[in-house]
């Protein structure tokens, strides 16, 4: 008599291959597996049955792509990937090839990132960089700024066409007016193109410059990085506790380097002529007219001055 363990054995592998062989036709007779099949005529059975692994893949990873739950949530093997398949004929004998691609979500992340990466900040809420905004919605926050709006947005167009001007902006206007978030939008645009940009918030940045005297490595890759970035923002300019050092050996040599070069763009509080009365006292010399001017004629004669009206949105979301 066959032992029971034999038969029970039997038994399973018999429902196994029941199983199995009620799956392969479910997945065979799949809307997705006709369309295949459609689109490759050459396509038998015994090709599908020795690449059923791949079918199964494909069929699974289109459905749970089609009932997307978010990128952060990819059921699909690999995070942001879904299979696809191709099909080629070789001596008369045909294959089924699988591949992982990228889907559009990982697609509009990675060209986010890669936008990001483009951007430093200096002492910046990074949040004022990733806010995305169309013009229209920063024209509804405040329509007392529209005419500062409409010249950014030109100044970004013309980039886009001509490529990268040797004239920067300077956004003058009272507190909160968002002159700040302005010049991150215009960094976020003209870096989809592909250019890089630094935003620096002075008044921090010229405190940070004292520590770096003892760190000389680091306050030459910060200097290079200012003077060769393709747009170089130096927001709230006038507001920072300005020394003899920091005024003519790093703002004088970025500034001077860049003049011709690459456009340097400003955001302040002051006017021109005030920033210039700004620039030639320090806490150390006194008053120094000549060294004011030294510095406001590598400014004045490369920026055209926007005027940004409007009312305090500080503390406000999307100012």
């Known amino acids: 008599m066959e032992p029971l363990s034999d038969i029970l054995g039997d038994f399973r592998n018999m429902s196994f291959a029941r199983r199995a062989e009620e799956k392969t036709k479910l997945l065979l007779s799949d809307p997705l597996v006709a369309k295949l099949r459609a689109k490759y005529p050459e396509i038998d059975d015994r090709t599908l049955k020795i690449n059923m692994n791949r079918i199964y893949q494909y069929v699974k990873e289109y459905k749970q792509c089609t009932n997307c739950p978010g990128l952060d949530r990819c059921p699909n093997d690999f995070e942001g990937y879904y299979t696809k398949l191709t099909v080629e004929t070789i001596n008369e004998q045909t294959y089924i090839h699988d591949q992982k691609v990228a ?7 990675q060209s986010q990132d890669a936008v990001r990466n483009r951007i430093r900040s200096f002492y910046i809420d990074d949040r004022a960089l990733q806010q995305g905004y169309s013009t229209a919605e920063i024209v509804d926050i405040d329509p007392e700024r529209v005419l500062a709006v409409e010249r950014i947005v030109d100044y970004i167009h013309k980039t886009n066409e001509e490529g990268l001007q040797k004239e920067g902006l300077y956004l003058v206007g009272p507190f909160g007016t968002g002159k700040t978030f302005l010049m991150c939008y215009m960094l976020n645009q003209l870096a989809k ?8 918030y002075m008044p ?6 004292k520590s770096m005297i003892a760190e000389p490595q680091r306050l030459k890759e910060t200097v290079e990085l200012l003077k060769e970035t393709d747009l170089l923002v130096f927001d709230d300019i006038g507001a920072e506790n300005l020394n003899p050092w920091a005024r003519d050996h790093v703002m004088g040599t970025i500034l001077n380097y860049r003049m011709n070069r690459k456009p340097t763009f400003f955001t302040s509080n002051h006017e021109p002529d005030e920033l210039e009365k700004h620039f030639s006292f320090t806490s150390k ?28 949105k500080r503390g406000k979301a999307g100012a």
């Open 103 to 109: 889907c559009k979500k990982l697609i509009a992340k």
């Open 285 to 312: 010399d006194g008053d120094e007219e000549y060294k004011g001017q030294r510095i406001m004629d590598r400014i004045t004669p490369f920026v055209e001055v926007v005027v940004v009206n409007g009312t305090n």
């Open 204 to 209: 921090d940045f010229v405190e940070d410059l």
């Open 193 to 200: 193109k592909g250019l890089s940009g630094v935003i620096v």
